[in-house]
């Protein structure tokens, strides 16, 4: 290499270095805000009764909790480990203690932070923390979620650092995702709309953030479908696990609600259950957290917005169901037989109940059914795998403290038999849905 290209060689490189430097500042500057007074001075009013309310049913909505509480942990003191593809995250401590949690930030760092993206130093933060969509929500009430958490007892607890695979905790990392996949911006009420349904809209959209599970990620982490088209949630794949699948809010064979009445929607969101479908997985912590709740009004407010959403028919599968006389069939009917029929019924129809359970029990299966349920015939096949090998609880609510409760089988049957009992289901009592195999049961029965 003579002198002139090596020049032209060292002086691209060095281009190159200071566009990835400079890039942040150059493309994603940080958000200037005014100087703010203290809220600690003996002056300040304190926050009212009206105002703190407001903050703890936003609180509520967001599940804040959720992701800012360890197991065992005091609330919201941050500390949760949540998995991704990208790397570990943890939730980050959200109580007013002076030095490891809020007590120095100002209102409008706070805002910044749910609207912007960026921390009390002005730091890209990562969107495991949902800013994306919290975007929506406006100041006043930024203003009085955070006065809210003011009132959470202080926790001293320091935050743990991400653990995120190179490159993407970098701020030019984050500098890049946030010019493609991110734009600021207040929710906007449709004139269009009812009062109620843009409050629905408002919640579902903003503090609620639905679609960050329910619209499924790209390859890169960002929202892939923001029509609330459904899509695995991340959590678990960089280890090797499989996840949830969070069913379309647009979708018929999946979780639409169109042609649902506004009081079963309500019923599912604020006690688990309805008559056509029931909350399971992480949903079911959802309205154990949060949903369960919220005011009656805000409730019915999603309702509304969420049977408003358009809802397409099933997809043509290109798998036909299993033919009568298919040995998984078979196999999967006597193991349906063996272990599932003494609760679910010989035809799936769910709906043994408990006696101490009194008029409540007589009023709704306690049991689903697997007849004509969606979660059965899903694609893909993964809650229903999950569902099978790993158990689980509905949603522990005011109105079933002790819901019903499915033991695992993983340990009981192998990939194979649980693959030939979701066979059975998926082409039994008029469902029409693709077999499911052993190796479909290894890739989505998960460790947890």
């Known amino acids: 290499m003579n002198r002139a290209s090596l020049g032209k060689w060292l002086l691209v490189s060095l281009a190159v270095i200071g566009l990835i430097v400079l890039a942040p500042t150059l493309f994603d500057a940080v958000v200037p805000l005014p100087d703010e007074p203290s809220l600690d001075t003996p002056?300040?009013?304190?926050?009212?009764?009206?105002?703190?309310e407001r903050g703890r049913v936003l609180a509520l909505a967001g599940n804040c909790a959720g992701c800012h509480t360890r197991p065992a942990g005091a609330p919201y003191a941050g500390g949760l480990a949540i998995d991704t593809p990208f790397g570990t995250v943890y939730g980050s401590n959200l109580t007013p203690d002076q030095d490891t949690g809020l007590g120095r930030w100002t209102p409008g760092q706070f805002w910044r932070a749910l609207h912007h993206g960026q921390g009390v130093d002005g730091r890209r933060l990562v969107p495991v923390f949902p800013y994306t969509e919290t975007t929506r929500i406006t100041r006043a009430?930024?203003?009085?979620?955070?006065?809210?958490?003011?009132?959470?007892?202080?926790?001293?607890?320091?935050?743990?650092?991400?653990?995120?695979?190179?490159?993407?905790?970098?701020?030019?990392?984050?500098?890049?995702?946030?010019?493609?996949?991110?734009?600021?911006?207040?929710?906007?009420?449709?004139?269009?709309q009812t009062a109620e349904w843009n409050r629905g809209a408002y919640l579902v959209n903003g503090a609620a953030h639905c679609v960050a599970c329910h619209g499924g990620r790209n390859w890169l982490g960002a929202t892939r479908d923001a029509g609330f088209g459904g899509g695995l949630m991340a959590a678990g794949v960089s280890k090797g696990s499989s996840a949830w699948y969070a069913p379309g809010f647009n979708r018929a064979d999946e979780a639409s609600v169109a042609d649902w009445p506004i009081?079963?929607?309500?019923?599912l969101l604020q006690s688990g259950a309805a008559p056509r479908g029931r909350a399971n997985g992480p949903m079911a912590e959802v309205v154990r957290r949060s949903t369960q709740h919220l005011p009656p009004a805000d409730l019915r407010a999603m309702a509304v917005y969420?049977?408003?959403?358009?809802?397409?028919a099933a997809d043509?599968?290109?798998?036909?169901?299993?033919?009568?006389?298919?040995?998984?069939?078979?196999?999967?009917?006597?193991?349906?037989?063996?272990?599932?029929?003494?609760c679910h019924g010989d035809?799936?129809?769910?709906?043994?109940?408990?006696?101490?359970?009194?008029e409540l029990a007589a009023a709704r299966l306690v049991i689903p059914a697997l007849a004509g349920n969606r979660l059965v015939t899903m694609q893909p096949p993964a809650n229903l795998v999950r569902a099978i090998a790993l158990g689980g609880f509905g949603a522990a609510t005011a109105d079933d403290p002790r819901p019903f409760g499915m033991a695992p089988y993983a340990h009981v049957l192998s990939?194979?038999?649980?693959?030939?009992?979701?066979t059975y289901l998926r082409s039994s009592w008029g469902a029409q849905?693709?077999?499911?195999?052993?190796?479909?049961?290894a890739r989505w029965r998960g460790g947890s």
């Open 415 to 422: 990939d194979e038999q649980i693959g030939a009992i979701a």
């Open 141 to 192: 009430d930024s203003d009085a979620l955070f006065a809210w958490l003011r009132t959470v007892p202080a926790v001293a607890q320091a935050n743990r650092p991400h653990e995120l695979h190179w490159p993407y905790g970098s701020q030019t990392a984050l500098a890049a995702w946030r010019l493609m996949f991110f734009r600021a911006g207040e929710f906007q009420p449709d004139a269009l």
């Open 316 to 342: 043509p599968s290109d798998l036909p169901a299993a033919p009568p006389d298919d040995p998984r069939r078979t196999q999967g009917a006597q193991l349906y037989a063996d272990h599932c029929a003494s």
């Open 433 to 441: 849905a693709a077999p499911v195999s052993s190796a479909d049961v």
């Open 347 to 358: 035809s799936g129809e769910g709906g043994q109940l408990r006696p101490s359970q009194g």
């Open 263 to 267: 009081d079963d929607i309500v019923a």
């Open 306 to 312: 969420l049977q408003s959403l358009p809802s397409r």
């Open 43 to 52: 002056d300040t009013p304190p926050p009212s009764a009206d105002l703190l």
